[in-house]
């Protein structure tokens, strides 16, 4: 199967959330896992990482960090994601040496060409739709898209709002992976099993 699922933690982790991850891994049409937790505490975060990183090294997916490049490289994630405000690309390049770091570049064809500078191994797009984990970002449209399909060699990542019924326009313009988190984890009809299936 076709790995193109770059997935989002909930917002909060519970004791039930190791179980439904593993199913949802284990499905197997994931490639990337982003942890991303606000406002916890270090102990805590190096807790919860832990145990997840035994579930996605066992489903040979890729725990990504978000914001953080220095929690990521001592928990040994096998990357960092981060947003245009999260510090030195430079020096998480330098810290993360062969390791995934993935930068936010919104709606900018300017800040995709910074982002290679700064050797980022992917770029990633959005808000395309209205999404419940960001509600105030800014919108990004397949114009993008169309555009780093033919100028940027890096794998393209699209977020925001993305559910079963409008990723495959993302795809079809360029996109390698789509970043769910809200349609697995909070999905009114369907548990996180169900959901991860709407997506072949």
């Given at each position: 199967?076709?790995?193109?699922?770059y997935?989002?933690?909930?917002k909060?982790?519970?004791?039930?959330?190791?179980?439904?991850?593993d199913?949802?891994?284990?499905?197997?049409?994931?490639?990337?896992?982003?942890?991303?937790?606000?406002?916890?505490?270090?102990?805590?975060?190096?807790?919860?990482?832990?145990k997840?990183?035994?579930?996605?090294?066992?489903?040979?997916?890729?725990?990504?960090?978000?914001?953080?490049?220095?929690?990521?490289?001592?928990?040994?994630?096998?990357?960092?994601?981060?947003?245009?405000?999260?510090?030195?690309?430079?020096?998480a390049?330098?810290?993360?040496?062969?390791?995934?770091?993935?930068?936010?570049?919104?709606?900018?064809?300017?800040?995709?060409?910074n982002?290679?500078?700064?050797?980022?191994?992917?770029?990633?797009?959005?808000?395309?739709?209205?999404?419940?984990?960001?509600?105030?970002?800014?919108?990004?449209?397949?114009?993008?898209?169309?555009?780093?399909?033919?100028?940027?060699?890096?794998?393209?990542?699209?977020?925001?709002?993305?559910?079963?019924?409008?990723?495959?326009?993302?795809?079809?313009?360029?996109?390698?992976?789509?970043?769910?988190?809200?349609?697995?984890?909070?999905?009114?009809?369907?548990?996180?099993?169900?959901?991860?299936?709407?997506?072949?």
């Open positions: 199967m076709n790995k193109f699922v997935l989002i933690s909930p909060k982790i519970n004791n039930k959330f190791y179980l439904d991850l199913k949802v891994l284990s499905y197997k049409n994931v490639s990337f896992f982003q942890l991303r937790l606000k406002k916890i505490k270090k102990n805590s975060f190096f807790k919860i990482a832990n997840i990183k035994k579930i996605t090294s066992k489903r040979k997916v890729k725990l990504i960090i978000n914001d953080n490049f220095i929690l990521a490289s001592m928990i040994k994630a096998d990357g960092c994601h981060m947003g245009q405000l999260d510090g030195s690309f430079k020096m390049r330098y810290k993360l040496k062969n390791k995934i770091l993935g930068i936010t570049c919104h709606n900018s064809k300017t800040l995709a060409k982002a290679i500078k700064s050797k980022a191994d992917y770029i990633a797009f959005g808000s395309f739709f209205k999404s419940k984990l960001k509600p105030k970002a800014k919108k990004a449209d397949l114009n993008i898209l169309r555009w780093a399909k033919k100028n940027i060699k890096k794998p393209i990542v699209v977020i925001g709002g993305i559910n079963n019924l409008n990723y495959k326009k993302l795809i079809n313009a360029g996109a390698k992976y789509i970043a769910i988190s809200s349609f697995i984890w909070d999905n009114p009809k369907l548990n996180p099993e169900q959901a991860i299936r709407k997506f072949k």
